[in-house]
């Protein structure tokens, strides 16, 4: 069974940086979609960036160009860099993934079956 434990939120002034970490079981899968989302209250809940096992990502428009999405291989873990911080970047950020088939894309978030328990960024002076 994947497991994803999420890790790197906190508060940050507007114009500040902080860097998310997904950890992920050693299971996973070969080809996968592996994403960042967010949720602000009262909200609906927004995929931010997503990569795939061949390194393809995606991000959402309200975050190109600040945010960056990445893997350590080594360590097993999901990044997301997020830089140029505004006051509604703040939500609660969760990692999720799903399998895929080769020809399989990412973009349906429903597919997204496997969830970790959320890290709290909070954007404020």
């Known amino acids: 069974q994947v497991q994803l434990v999420e890790s790197g939120g906190g508060s940050v002034q507007p114009g500040g940086s902080l860097t998310l970490s997904c950890a992920r079981s050693e299971f996973f899968y070969d080809r996968y979609c592996f994403g960042w989302f967010r949720q602000a209250p009262a909200k609906e809940r927004e995929r931010v960036a997503f990569v795939t096992d061949a390194g393809v990502t995606d991000y959402a428009s309200s975050v190109k160009g600040r945010f960056i999405i990445s893997q350590e291989y080594g360590k097993n873990t999901l990044l997301l860099r997020m830089n140029n911080l505004r006051p509604e970047d703040t939500a609660m950020y969760y990692c999720?993934?799903?399998?895929?088939?080769?020809?399989?894309?990412?973009?349906?978030?429903?597919?997204?079956?496997?969830w970790g328990q959320g890290t709290q960024v909070t954007v404020s002076s």
């Open positions: 999720a993934a799903h399998s895929r088939d080769r020809w399989g894309t990412c973009d349906d978030d429903q597919k997204y079956s496997n």
